[in-house]
């Protein structure tokens, strides 16, 4: 009884750091993950016009809802890369079935978004310094970006809806 118990301590103690960690990596990396929500994933697809056969990148793809929607109710060819390992995992689990989906365990500065012709991100505005740089270099033609409540500085946004939960920013390259 007492070595289950033991083991149950060690079990939670471990798993409570690997998640603290975890969240430290994503603060450090780009943002603390916050869920976007459903409602918002659906807006960002519309306002993108996402289609079918589409390929759709989400930069920080946390628990992979927005994965999920746009594989399943959009058939696109969904992306997300993701820098926590928990989330990643959660996400990994959640997906792992669903042949257009592929989760991505790395940080979004070191992948090509030469394929993404609809991303979606909800970083913080320091992180735009960074990808806006990459967005012009990277991404083919006619392709969206879609920003969660933070604007790309020295980017006019094509459109911007206002949501009961915050602003998107819809910019074509």
Known sequence: MYYFLIALILFTMFTAIFIGISCLISIYGGAQY????????????????????EEYFELGSGYGKGLLIAANHYQAHATGLEISPFHYFISKIKTHKIKNIKVV?????????????????????????????????????????VSYEFNIPKKVPLKIIHTKKGNLFLYKY
Do not use: H, T, W
């Not at 916050?34 to 056969?53: H, M, N, P, Q, R």
């Not at 310094?129 to 967005?135: D, N, Q």
């Open 34 to 53: 916050v869920d976007s929500g459903a409602e918002i994933y659906e807006s960002a697809f519309k306002l993108a016009e996402l289609k079918s056969g």
């Open 105 to 145: 365990f790395a940080d979004y500065r070191n992948i090509s978004l030469r394929r993404a012709m609809v991303v979606y991100c909800y970083l913080l505005p320091k992180q735009f310094e960074i990808l806006s740089k990459k967005f012009r270099n990277e991404l083919p033609k006619g392709a969206r970006v």
